[in-house]
């Protein structure tokens, strides 16, 4: 199982009823059955293709009426409200035009691979409570990935400032501040470098004032530790 995968299901919560949206492979509904977590999981999918595979590996779970697939865009195909959702491994825009649709779940996992400003924004603006909010990161050197996930209720929620929009609740308030803190130094070195080259005035200009914001943000998530 990759790092990334086997770090969301560290996160599953215990629940009746669970929607693995998008689930392509199915190893997460497959580890929530696998471990009791839940009764029953619906896996979702719009593609036939990816449906398809993790029905093969839950096919056992299927048959004892544990698991129902269903071929749908988000959550429209299936019958009754799930206790918990999650939707990982897809765009934030994805993610909003799924749960704007479908309504955001009574507890949810998101995992968006982009544009989780967005998905703050959307979740905080209806009221929802992300309870973690974080930045995790897979591999190591070169090969190191930087994930966002984002674990809460639909309903409870308060404010969220513009850096906790921006940047990740949990990044910059000293509860996970590693990868993140990683994932900032590593940009802030890439701009330094692009900031070497010859550029326009504009650019230059534009790469600067991200060395600048990259460059606070850092000493403010430093001054947490
Ligand atoms: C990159 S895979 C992620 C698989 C798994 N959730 C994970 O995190 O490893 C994204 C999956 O979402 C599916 N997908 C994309 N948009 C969707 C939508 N609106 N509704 C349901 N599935 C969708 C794709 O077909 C694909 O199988």
Redesign the pocket.
């Known amino acids: 199982m ?1 790092e ?2 086997a770090h ?1 299901c560290s996160l599953l919560p215990p629940a009746r009823v669970y929607a ?6 199915g ?2 509904a497959k580890y929530a059955l696998g471990h009791g977590l839940c009764e029953r999981v619906y896996i ?4 036939a ?3 398809k595979k993790a029905e093969t590996l839950l096919r056992r779970e299927i048959a004892a009426g544990r698991c129902v697939p269903v071929l ?3 959550l ?1 195909g299936v019958p009754e409200p799930c206790d918990f959702v ?5 765009g934030g825009e ?1 993610i909003v ?2 749960l704007q649709r479908d309504g955001i779940p009574a507890r949810f996992l998101l ?1 968006p ?1 982009k544009n989780a400003e967005k998905v703050r924004r959307f979740l905080v603006g209806s009221g929802a409570k992300p309870e973690r909010d974080y930045t995790f990161s897979e591999g190591e050197g070169e090969r190191r990935r930087y994930y966002d996930v984002i674990l809460g209720c639909a309903a409870g929620g308060g404010g969220y400032s513009e850096k906790e929009f921006r940047f990740g609740r949990d990044n910059i308030n000293g509860n996970s501040p590693y990868p993140f803190l990683f994932q900032m130094k590593e940009e802030l070195c890439k701009t330094e470098e692009r900031l070497q080259g010859r550029l326009g005035a504009a650019s230059r200009e534009k790469l600067r004032a991200r060395q600048l914001q990259l460059e606070e943000i850092i000493s403010e998530v430093e001054a947490t530790l």
Do not use: P
């Open positions: 990759k990334r995968v969301i693995d949206v998008g689930c392509d492979h190893f997460m979702t999918d719009i593609h293709g990816s449906l749908c865009d988000g429209e999650l939707i990982a491994g897809m994805e035009k799924i995992q691979m």
